[in-house]
């Protein structure tokens, strides 16, 4: 059984999650300058912006505090950098090289799952079209291994998964009973356990608008001798 997404958006849905990881790999990883940290072991992360991704922004954890380089620089020891908690980093704005497209980090929380910790960023996009991201990013212990949550880069609409990997009970099956089909609409990373997604709800802060709706092309195979795949298509026109 084969499926293909397909959505009419106001911004560019290209590459898949191998692609996205592909050109990850690109992105210049240096931190220019780092601040004495209270602890022994310090979590990174890279933010990165744009279609380009010519802004990037570390976020570096230090037990309670984070510093978040809000200038782009690479140099955390300004500073302004530097938030004593995690509530605190709050609406922090970032202006992207464009000249014509600002991010507003609105809160950055996290919580640890299987012994890593891992961060959880929500961000205002505001330009030309304007929408709301947030991202799932496995923090890491050096810079070099530091998961890329891609704001505002290309989107791919894929299949909703868990861990990346498809649980069965959302899967598509012929001959039982209905299933749900849900899907993201975002820039994935698996290779480094990333994922950032347009947020669905409030409507008017979708991505593609709140009346536009993505499309599933199932194509289900031939059932007997001679028979030909049958193929349909779906509206997802729900939203959670």
Known sequence: MRCLFLVSLGIALTCSSGDSARESSKVDRKIAREPSYATTSPKYALLVFGPEAKLRVWIVTDGETIYLDRNGDGDLTDPKNRFAKRDGCRNVELADPDGKTRYVITSIGGYEDSGRQRLMVNVDVKGAHSYQQYCDAKLADN????????????????????????????????????TELNATLGTMDAERGCWVVVRSEPAEGFGPGKDIHPAVEVEFPATGTGAKPVKKRYLLEKRC
């Open 143 to 178: 810079p070099s291994e530091a998961p890329i949550a891609h704001f505002h880069g290309p989107l791919t609409m894929e299949v909703r998964t868990i861990n990346w990997k498809l649980p069965p009970n959302l899967a598509l099956h012929t001959g039982v009973t209905p």
